[in-house]
């Protein structure tokens, strides 16, 4: 009798104990029901194609696709892709990854963004390391800022050969998708219809070369902005209109005062949901 009261004794101890931690983050399934890392995994290593959406300033989103990278990669072949790189630059990336050029020229013949060093250089040396393919997927900037000022068809305008880094035009659009049309409401007066389709060029484009870089039996992870692939839009609407027979997957990253339970809006926005306290430290 008295083992048993001491081992309850002990139980509770501990439980009171966990409870005093604070969690940076829980991850969730779509439904809002808490689930392991260990799980995520599992089901990840089953997938073709994996969307990460991350919060572009997020230390946890960073080295939690640090982690799925390495913990995936050890289960499956893995060909890496980010909206971070834009297509125009694919060939000093590949240079970079064959280690035929060093850091130095790799910083100054590529267009990174301010944050590269801390929070995508370690995805792009653990390919480089892997020796994995990476996809620089996103649309010149350049050609996305045209679209935001005269639309889809603005892009004629460019020279034929700098087209081979945008998708093929001209691409499938939908502006009753909610994701742009909350785009629009969300800037209004600021480039009207043309502001979604900017949105969309780019997702397109992401879409067409994660499909151009995907191997079949490898996993395809890709990294981007949470917008631009939560509620299965975005990227995830051009994969499944190209290549629906492909098993596909979403990562989201959402923030919460209270993350001990996930709020009804943040539900059913991805397969697995990343929820960070809102008081996490940014990286900018």
């Known amino acids: 009798m008295k083992k048993t009261f001491l081992l309850l004794l002990l139980s509770v101890f ?30 990840l290593s089953e997938k073709d194609i994996v969307l990460f959406g991350e919060f572009h300033n997020n230390p946890i989103s960073h080295w939690l696709e640090l982690s799925v990278a390495k913990d995936c990669g050890g289960l499956r072949d893995l060909v890496l892709g980010a909206e971070m790189f834009e297509q125009d630059n694919q060939q000093a990336l590949d240079l ?17 963004w301010k944050n590269y060093n801390t929070d995508y250089a370690p995805l792009v040396k653990y390919a ?3 020796k994995l393919s990476f996809a620089a997927s996103n649309i010149p900037r350049r050609y996305a800022a045209i679209v935001a000022k005269g639309g889809f ?64 039996g490898s996993l395809f992870i890709h990294y981007n902005g949470a917008y631009h692939s939560e509620n299965y839009e975005g990227i995830v609407w051009y994969l499944k209109k190209q290549q629906p027979g492909l098993k596909y997957a979403t990562i989201t990253t959402v923030s919460q005062k209270d993350i001990s339970s996930l709020s009804a ?4 926005k991805a397969d697995f949901i990343i929820c960070v306290d809102q ?3 940014t990286t900018y």
């Open 96 to 112: 970079y990854l064959q280690g035929k050029i060093n850091d130095k020229e790799f910083d100054s013949s590529v267009r990174l």
């Open 128 to 130: 480089r390391e892997r």
């Open 153 to 216: 068809e603005a892009l004629d305008t460019i020279p034929l050969e700098q087209k081979a880094w945008i998708a093929p035009l001209p691409i499938a659009y939908d502006p009753e998708l909610p994701g742009y049309k909350k785009i629009k409401e969300m800037l209004p007066g600021h480039g009207g219809d043309n502001l979604p389709k900017a949105q969309a060029i780019k997702d397109a484009t992401m879409a067409h070369f994660i499909l151009q870089y995907f191997k079949p």
């Open 265 to 268: 809006e943040n539900k059913y």
């Open 14 to 43: 501990i439980n009171t104990i966990s409870a005093q931690q604070k969690a940076a983050y829980i991850l969730y399934n779509s439904k809002g029901k808490k689930v392991s890392y260990k799980k995520m995994i599992r089901v």
């Open 279 to 281: 008081e996490m430290t």
